[in-house]
């Protein structure tokens, strides 16, 4: 058995749907360049860390002195519709409905180069595990690694799998033979089901996003008043949107998540606004601690209840 296939399949043993590898190698100059004209465009709205270490994000060896290979990972968090049947007037995204995913990743990634290191005991190898809080191109490395293609959605796709995906990634100075990406055909030709459902026109016909425009960064990130424009379409989003996702037709047979370590959060389809305008500080913490909503904090979650009760 190649050291590849070990990977992949103590990767699988972890709990990871899908594990590529590619190199470490700088990605293709477009990347970088659509990259600065969406920053010129102020498409980043206020997310400054965007426009910060731009010179490691497309090239990974710069992140890991001497890296070789990326080794690529993604998992499913797709909950099953009976998980779904009963939800209040508060929608959360579906990524939000586990614990915080970075470091139930990241100590899997661990684990994995902890495994990488016994196959290769004669070796010093260094390792470096990333989940999207590193500055690193995942989506492109993941495509570049054969997990999948960038959709008009701007997300990853497994056409098996769908969009419903954590990515994450674990640099290593091993070197590694690369898998194959998807071949070159448009995987989204003749469908633009994700730019009809979003609700803002976030998503441009074009292939541009812009995120000023994005329910997703609004609810999440925007740190001031939503804009009254703007804020009639939040409607009942607690927290992020679904939309581009669940519109994907590679949404319509994709399974539920396969890793029975995730846990799910049933309790966090039953928020209604008028509860989460009166809770106190222990309130949120009670129901948001250990998740990803905890990031918002009390006061934004908040001031999206009160759209929710204004419209």
């Not at 679904?242 to 590679?250: G, V, W």
Request: proline letters at 5%; hydrophobic letters at 40%.
């Amino acid at each position: 058995m190649s050291l590849e296939t070990q990977i992949r399949t103590k990767g699988a043993e972890l709990g990871f749907d899908r594990v590529g590898i590619t190199t470490a190698a700088p990605l293709e100059p477009l990347y970088a360049a659509y990259h600065t004209q969406w920053l010129a465009k102020g498409c980043a709205a206020r997310m400054g860390w965007l426009h910060r270490n731009n010179d490691k994000r497309f090239a990974p060896a710069k992140l890991l002195e001497s890296a070789q290979s990326v080794i690529c990972i993604a998992l499913n968090y797709r909950p099953r519709k009976d998980e779904l049947s009963n939800t209040a007037a508060l929608s959360i995204s579906r990524y939000a409905l586990y614990d915080d995913y970075h470091d139930f990743i990241k100590s899997r990634l661990f684990a994995l180069a902890a495994y990488i290191q016994s196959l290769c005991p004669d070796q010093h190898l260094k390792f470096k595990a990333c989940v999207d809080a590193i500055p690193l191109a995942e989506r492109a490395l993941a495509q570049r690694a054969g997990l999948g293609f960038i959709g008009r959605n701007h997300c990853l796709i497994n056409p098996d799998l769908g969009v419903q995906l954590w990515l994450g990634e674990l640099l290593t100075t091993l070197p590694l033979k690369p898998d194959t990406p998807l071949s070159n055909d448009d995987f989204c030709a003749g469908c633009n089901k994700c730019i009809a459902a979003c609700p803002t026109g976030a998503l441009g016909r074009d292939g541009s996003f812009d995120a000023r425009k994005c329910l997703s960064y609004l609810t999440i990130e925007e740190p001031e008043a939503i804009d009254e424009k703007i804020a009639s379409t939040v409607g009942g989003r607690l927290f992020g949107c679904d939309a581009c996702i669940t519109a994907c037709p590679y949404e319509k047979n994709a399974p539920p998540r396969a890793n029975a370590d995730l846990r799910f959060h049933s309790e966090r389809l039953n928020l209604h606004p008028e509860a989460v305008l009166n809770w106190t500080q222990t309130d949120f913490d009670a129901v948001c601690s250990g998740s990803p909503l905890q990031r918002l904090g009390l006061q934004r979650l908040q001031r999206n209840a009160r759209l929710a009760v204004s419209q």
